[in-house]
């Protein structure tokens, strides 16, 4: 996956609609990672984990969050689809364009993919 490509996608969105920029953080990508490699290993796109819920998983990476969400998805080709897909969902477009995340971080394995979303503390 390429990050700079989705961070710039998204963040693309978020100027369209006068919010302001995400940046990337390291931890919040580990979270959406471990995911993706998760939904990979049991083939089910889901936001259950054996790792317990977002906030958890969130907070196991260190990231003291006053708010996070988490987008997934499950066989699209590249950055480019999945964000379109994502779009399309108003759920998944409202975690996008919320103002109150200012971080972000995504992962993908197998044709699946994450996106996780968080303001810090």
Do not use: I
């Not at 317990?52 to 996070?68: I, K, Y």
């Amino acid at each position: 996956m390429n990050k700079n490509l989705m961070l710039q996608l998204v963040n693309n969105e978020r100027q369209k609609a006068g919010v302001k920029e995400l940046v990337w953080d390291s931890r919040l990508e580990k979270v959406a990672q471990l995911q993706s490699e998760f939904m990979a290993s049991c083939n089910s796109c889901t936001h259950a984990s054996d790792s317990g819920n977002l906030g958890t998983r969130v907070e196991a990476q260190g990231f003291s969050w006053s708010g996070c969400a988490e987008n997934v998805a499950e066989g699209y080709k590249d950055e480019e689809s999945v964000v379109k897909g994502w779009l399309t969902s108003s759920g998944h477009k409202n975690n996008m364009l919320n103002p109150k995340y200012t971080h972000f971080g995504a992962g993908h394995q197998k044709g699946f993919w994450a996106q996780v979303y968080g303001s810090e503390l």
